[in-house]
């Protein structure tokens, strides 16, 4: 009877514990996928996931293995020190490269993070850190980047901060990708209005110096550039002259020089430079 009521007194908890998690993932996903802007959101769900689990540190860095990554979100506990740098976290970069969940109990006795390719042990024991769990972030079989825990003390991860933590990887994946996607379609439209735009100003005007200012801004308008200017050949095709500018002197309008450079070479082999 004593091993029943153990029995049930366990499954109670460990049902409290499930539904305590499913609420607390419901609730960071319904923030992050409310949120256009994740970078909003984000720190906050990074605070209630790394409170929930009682750690020290919980971020989220962006970046594949092999290039320059970058910090996107951190939560540090009451007077941690807020990381630095990223690149060189051996469990995060392994976690990176073989795309699974990482739950080392005591960095300085995992095997498998010898590799020193990997990164320096000691820039986690350094700051204080003995256990880290890792989840990597896929959407669409691409790597986004990893979710990261910190704990200053060593320990196993139990299956259900695991479980916790993979959902909200889940969870911030989607949203960053989502977001990701939403960006990539206000450019398309940005794109096309801004095409609208140049047609509209090689109609609507027959001065030819007056449709070519007004194409000069829409063109830096569409490729958001820093300065745009356009030159015609003058007749003979050995010299150009400069007929619009913007984000450029004005004295350039005007100036001719031979066709040679980035110009000469676009027109003689007709193609973009």
């Known amino acids: 009877e004593a091993g029943l009521a153990l029995e049930r007194t366990r499954a109670t908890r460990a049902l409290a514990h499930a539904l305590e998690r499913e609420r607390l993932v419901s609730a960071l996903s319904l923030e992050l996928?409310?949120?256009?802007?994740?970078?909003?959101?984000?720190?906050?769900?990074?605070?209630?996931?790394?409170?929930?689990?009682?750690?020290?540190?919980?971020?989220?860095?962006?970046?594949?293995?092999?290039?320059?990554?970058?910090?996107?979100?951190?939560?540090?506990?009451?007077?941690?020190?807020?990381?630095?740098?990223?690149?060189?976290?051996?469990?995060?970069?392994?976690?990176?490269?073989?795309?699974?969940?990482?739950?080392?109990?005591?960095?300085?006795?995992?095997?498998?993070?010898?590799?020193?390719?990997?990164?320096?042990?000691?820039?986690?024991?350094?700051?204080?850190?003995?256990?880290?769990?890792?989840?990597?972030?896929?959407?669409?079989?691409?790597?986004?980047?990893?979710?990261?825990?910190?704990?200053?003390?060593?320990?196993?991860?139990?299956?259900?901060?695991?479980?916790?933590?993979?959902?909200?990887?889940?969870?911030?994946?989607?949203?960053?990708?989502?977001?990701?996607?939403?960006r990539d379609r206000d450019r398309r439209l940005a794109e096309q209005d801004a095409l609208l735009e140049a047609g509209e100003a090689l109609t609507t005007d027959l001065r030819f110096d007056a449709v070519i200012e007004r194409l000069v801004r829409e063109l830096r308008a569409l490729v958001n550039a820093d300065a745009a200017h356009c030159w015609t050949l003058l007749p003979g095709g050995n010299e150009l002259v400069c007929r619009a500018v913007l984000g450029l002197p004005e004295s350039e309008v005007g100036r001719t020089t031979a066709v040679a450079g980035t110009i000469g070479e676009a027109i003689t082999t007709g193609r973009p430079v």
């Open 33 to 182: 996928r409310a949120r256009r802007d994740v970078d909003e959101v984000l720190p906050v769900a990074l605070e209630k996931l790394g409170t929930a689990v009682g750690v020290a540190r919980c971020f989220v860095r962006m970046g594949e293995p092999g290039e320059r990554t970058a910090m996107l979100a951190e939560w540090d506990a009451k007077g941690v020190p807020a990381l630095e740098d990223a690149d060189e976290l051996p469990v995060v970069n392994l976690a990176a490269r073989e795309r699974r969940t990482l739950a080392i109990a005591d960095v300085t006795s995992a095997d498998e993070l010898m590799d020193a390719t990997l990164g320096d042990v000691r820039e986690l024991t350094s700051r204080g850190i003995r256990a880290v769990l890792a989840i990597p972030m896929v959407a669409h079989d691409r790597l986004l980047g990893v979710l990261a825990l910190h704990r200053s003390h060593a320990g196993p991860w139990p299956s259900s901060e695991v479980a916790l933590a993979e959902a909200v990887a889940r969870e911030v994946a989607i949203a960053l990708d989502t977001s990701r996607l939403l």
